[in-house]
């Protein structure tokens, strides 16, 4: 029998702030967490903006000379996840720890340290790259280092797959609670990679949206003035609980995660197919896995990155969903946040756990003419109050690799 899984904590670091509350509390209101590029000099640069995460400060979760030994994203990785523990209210210890699991993925880890040591050794010489150095930059260790942190000795993984990272982690998490391999899972994704190489290669394949003299309206999915995503940075780490186990320690249950689906496009590496024949196949397996017809489903979080897939993904709504498509609202946060890559699915699931708890329909902020395709409602500009049952989390990563997460609120 497959055992119920839910949501009971949240943790979060994103170009809109270094908490849920203080993110959500944006993205309610609609406000913009993209600006000028700080972290370089990017005056030879095509594309000179970025949501950078702000005043975080790591010493506020992580021991100051452990610190040195970590990338950006494991600080954004463990921070979110340290956050999300207290907020589950969950005490890890000899009696649990085997059944407390970490999946905390990245979609290319540690760039910027490459990038810094890569010249130190050009210019001083092997022997003045740090020890640290590979558990700086290998993806897994975001997972790792919440494990050492908190003492979760369940499964421990990383998933890397581009712009769905976070949300396969948390796909295959609920997964590993339900056939009863752990009981509690922290999961989710993190990224920080706003360094010169990652700008320039994104920019180079003309993926990112080049509207320098204006980056606070760059971002403007489904609007027919789109003209790429932008690129931002962050952590979102989710707690799943096996439902009686949530339940017996009195745990706060945001929603019940019911549904989850991935699939391979099989068609070009960095492009979806025009008739989003993968997306369809998800979102469908997603609601068979949820047990839940297309009209029951108040509200999808688009994956929606300001590009030409946006128009992708709306039809691929309108094939799954039918007239239910016009009734239902779907958004994309990452007008306000931009694109947080193999962050992404985590902060987004987070921002749709909120949606069910509050009630609340997250805006598409920047879209002031619908690109003629895109005729669906997608909260333009400002966040609606409706009662939200079900929801959709969408992510489509290059590769072609598609995920789908399906979120109701808990009954019982």
């Known amino acids: 029998m497959r055992r119920r899984v839910v949501v009971t904590g949240l943790g979060m670091i994103s170009p809109l702030g270094n908490s849920v509350a203080e993110t959500w509390d944006g993205i309610k209101a609609g406000k913009n967490g993209v600006g000028p590029i700080t972290r370089f000099d990017t005056t030879d640069y095509p594309v000179t903006f970025a949501g950078e995460v702000r005043d975080f400060d790591p010493l506020k979760w992580i021991p100051k000379k452990e610190i040195k030994k970590m990338d950006i994203f494991i600080h954004y990785a463990v921070a979110s996840a340290l956050m999300a523990v207290e907020d589950s209210g969950l005490k890890i210890d000899a009696s649990n720890s085997e059944n407390v699991g970490v999946i905390v993925g990245s979609g290319i880890g540690g760039l910027p340290a490459i990038e810094e040591y890569h010249k130190v050794l050009l210019e001083k010489g092997p022997r003045k790259i740090t020890p640290f150095f590979i558990p700086m930059v290998i993806n897994n260790m975001a997972s790792g280092n919440i494990s050492i942190m908190t003492g979760a000795k369940g499964p421990n993984s990383c998933i890397t797959t581009a712009c769905a990272t976070g949300s396969h982690a948390i796909g295959d998490s609920m997964r590993i609670i339900a056939r009863g391999e752990a009981d509690v899972m922290i999961c989710g994704g993190a990224e920080s990679v706003?360094?010169?190489?990652?700008?320039?290669?994104?920019?180079?394949?003309?993926?990112?949206?080049?509207?320098?003299?204006?980056?606070?309206?760059?971002?403007?999915?489904?609007?027919?003035?789109?003209?790429?995503?932008?690129?931002?940075?962050?952590?979102?780490?989710?707690?799943?609980?096996?439902?009686?186990?949530?339940?017996n320690r009195g745990a706060k249950i945001y929603c019940e995660a019911v549904g989850y689906a991935m699939t391979g496009d099989a068609f070009h590496m960095t492009a979806p197919p025009p008739d989003g024949e993968g997306a369809v196949r998800c979102m469908t397996k997603a609601l068979k896995d949820a047990n839940m017809a297309p009209e029951q489903i108040d509200y999808i979080n688009a994956h929606g990155t300001s590009t030409m897939a946006d128009a992708i993904e709306t039809k691929a709504v309108k094939t799954v969903f039918g007239e239910h498509a016009y009734k239902l609202a779907m958004s994309s946060t990452k007008s306000m946040t931009g694109h947080l890559l193999g962050a992404a699915g985590g902060i987004e699931a987070i921002f749709v756990a909120k949606a069910i708890e509050e009630g609340i329909l997250p805006p598409t902020i920047n879209l002031d003419n619908n690109d003629p395709e895109c005729d669906l409602f997608y909260v333009p500009n400002k966040m609606v109050r409706k009662e939200v049952n079900a929801a959709l989390s969408n992510s489509f990563g290059f590769g072609g690799t598609n995920a789908t997460i399906v979120m109701s609120k808990t009954i019982g």
């Open 194 to 247: 706003i360094c010169p190489t990652a700008v320039a290669g994104f920019a180079a394949v003309h993926a990112l949206s080049r509207r320098n003299d204006d980056p606070a309206r760059a971002s403007r999915p489904f609007d027919r003035d789109r003209d790429g995503f932008v690129l931002g940075e962050g952590a979102g780490v989710l707690i799943l609980e096996e439902y009686e186990h949530a339940k």
